[in-house]
């Protein structure tokens, strides 16, 4: 049986990592950190955690708490614009490139957060 994205970069603790990586920098960013009150931080990370396992083939543990993922819809309430989008994308590109998995991986991983990043664009510049 072939192993699944998640079981072949290692599991919740690669995708612990990369998140706890990402929110190290979102926390000192001039443009990211605003979008976060004091008290959301750590359950935004936990969520972030959660979700990308779910997608990448663990467990389901994002959808039995918060129900379908909604991207789109959960984040309109933030103002995204191209400056935001640069900002997640070079934290969340770091957080990548500090995992320890193989190349193909990390360019699959890669090309779908960096899809992603650009479709949570809500504002013209």
């Given amino acids: 049986m072939e192993e699944n994205f998640f079981d072949r970069v290692g599991g919740a603790q690669t995708f612990e990592n990369l998140v706890s990586h990402f929110y190290a920098l979102v926390s000192i960013d001039p443009i990211l950190r605003p979008m976060y009150p004091d008290e959301d931080l750590k359950a935004a990370a936990e969520r972030l955690s959660l979700f990308l396992q779910q997608y990448w083939g663990g467990p389901h543990t ?64």
Avoid: C
């Avoid at 959808?63 to 640069?86: E, K, M, V, W, Y």
């Avoid at 070079?90 to 992603?116: F, H, N, P, Q």
């Fill in 62 to 125: 994002y959808s039995d708490t918060r129900g379908h993922p909604r991207l789109r819809a959960r984040h309109a309430q933030f103002p995204i614009n191209l400056a935001a989008r640069d900002a997640w994308i070079r934290a969340m590109k770091s957080a990548v490139d500090d995992l320890e998995i193989d190349l193909a991986d990390r360019e699959e991983l890669w090309s779908y957060l960096e899809m992603a990043a650009h479709s949570m664009v809500n504002l013209p510049d």
